[in-house]
């Protein structure tokens, strides 16, 4: 059963997904797949091919950026809000758990100048726990 948690108005994140999912996820108004976990993570996590080839059959823009959290960098966030503005309505995320995503869109987010308590709520919102990401940004 999917679990989509809105970030915002651009963007919702969700734990793994299957190819299954994603009649739905268009159907809902997103236009565009975001992948941030790696393909071969886990075994039995679909490829992002089979997850790509669903999100085009349903109308989506796919982007494939793979992350881990130790090695996410600032360059990465950009690439992020980057996909999220080029997408021509709102972005689904995924991950694992939805986590690398969240991190993203958090300094992508104090890189765009939003407050700081506005990211830490909204992410608490949704189920996330940013607070030490954020005290660890400047800004």
């Given at each position: 059963?999917?679990?989509?948690?809105?970030?915002?108005?651009?963007?919702?994140?969700?734990?793994?997904?299957?190819?299954?999912?994603?009649?739905?996820?268009?159907?809902?108004?997103?236009?565009?797949?975001?992948?941030?976990?790696?393909?071969?993570?886990?075994?039995?996590?679909?490829?992002?091919?089979?997850?790509?080839?669903?999100?085009?059959?349903?109308g989506?823009?796919?982007?494939?950026?793979?992350?881990?959290?130790?090695?996410?960098?600032?360059?990465?966030?950009?690439?992020?809000?980057?996909?999220?503005?080029?997408?021509?309505?709102?972005?689904?995320?995924?991950?694992?758990?939805?986590?690398?995503?969240?991190?993203?869109?958090?300094?992508?987010?104090?890189?765009?100048?939003?407050?700081?308590?506005?990211?830490?709520?909204?992410?608490?919102?949704?189920?996330?726990?940013?607070?030490?990401l954020?005290?660890?940004?400047?800004?």
């Open positions: 059963m999917m679990d989509i948690r809105q970030l915002d108005e651009k963007v919702a994140v969700s734990a793994q997904i299957a190819p299954a999912d994603l009649e739905e996820i268009a159907r809902s108004g997103f236009r565009t797949l975001i992948c941030n976990r790696p393909d071969g993570e886990d075994a039995t996590q679909p490829h992002f091919d089979e997850i790509a080839a669903a999100a085009r059959a349903a989506m823009e796919t982007v494939f950026q793979p992350v881990t959290s130790a090695t996410m960098s600032v360059e990465d966030a950009r690439r992020f809000a980057e996909a999220v503005e080029k997408s021509d309505g709102p972005a689904f995320a995924y991950c694992r758990t939805g986590t690398r995503c969240t991190m993203l869109w958090t300094i992508a987010g104090v890189l765009d100048g939003k407050p700081k308590d506005e990211l830490r709520d909204a992410a608490a919102n949704a189920g996330y726990d940013m607070a030490n954020l005290d660890s940004l400047p800004g």
